[in-house]
């Protein structure tokens, strides 16, 4: 069964909008992390943002927030004000015990 | 600011061959990490490292799979028999702290192996 589940494959969003990137995962662990990073045409991985079990609070970067809901078991990502840069591919990952777990990964398109 | 290094940045190998692909984590951390990512798909993890010794290791890491730290810096992946697929980006990755411990990752830029 797949522990972290995108199932938005592709994305597209206009210049300076928010976007939302969906990200459910499965754990039965009550103490759990969660990442999300980022992957651009040149091949390298960004970490961007991380979310742990215990957060009272959604994680913030700058124009990055993650919308945990714990119940709901998701971690969606969150752009806002888009920017032609922020092209590329966004994997959300769990740890579980010592490595992380990708999921499938979503493409994002930011049009002009 | 402190980053994970890789070399060769690409490598191209015969079917057969052995490789062996060169990682620096950065300095303090002391677990480190190798994931694959094949074409087109998702990351996969390989094995976690620790105190000189293997801490986990997924599936894919079978006997064709070595990882060593030769010295107090450098951290390889070496594949005794290279397979076409084999063939993937192969990413070290480095952390200060381990299991049960929710800093990030900090991944290197990832050699393309490619096996013909």
């Known amino acids: 069964a797949q522990k972290i589940t995108q199932t938005q494959p592709g994305m597209f969003v206009q210049e300076k909008e928010a976007v939302t990137l969906d990200c459910t995962y499965d754990?039965?662990?009550?103490?759990?992390?969660l990442f999300w990073y980022k992957q651009p045409s040149s091949g390298e991985m960004i970490f961007l943002i991380y979310?742990?079990?215990?957060?009272?609070q959604n994680a913030t970067e700058g124009r990055y927030s993650l919308n945990f809901q714990k119940a709901r078991k998701s971690a969606n990502l969150v752009i806002s004000a888009s920017q032609l840069g922020d092209s590329a591919m966004y994997f959300c990952?769990?740890?579980?015990?010592?490595?992380?777990?990708f999921g499938q990964g979503t493409e994002l398109s930011v049009k002009p | 600011e402190p980053e994970v290094t890789q070399t060769p940045s690409h490598q191209v190998t015969q079917m057969g061959q052995e490789v062996i692909l060169r990682c620096v984590p950065i300095?303090?951390?002391?677990?480190f990490y190798w994931y694959r990512q094949i074409l087109g798909q998702k990351v996969e993890f390989l094995v976690s490292f620790y105190n000189n010794e293997i801490s986990e290791k997924s599936e894919i890491f079978d006997d064709q799979f070595s990882v060593e730290r030769p010295d107090g810096s450098n951290f390889t992946l070496k594949i005794r028999s290279t397979k076409l697929e084999d063939s993937a980006m192969y990413f070290c990755?480095?952390?200060?702290?381990?299991?049960?411990?929710?800093?990030?990752?900090?991944f290197g830029p990832g050699t393309r192996l490619t096996v013909l």
């Open positions: 754990t039965s662990d009550p103490s759990y992390g």
């Open positions: 300095s303090n951390h002391l677990y």
């Open positions: 990755a480095s952390s200060v702290r381990g299991a049960g411990g929710f800093d990030e990752q900090f």
């Open positions: 979310q742990g079990s215990y957060d009272q």
């Open positions: 990952a769990m740890r579980e015990g010592g490595k992380l777990i």
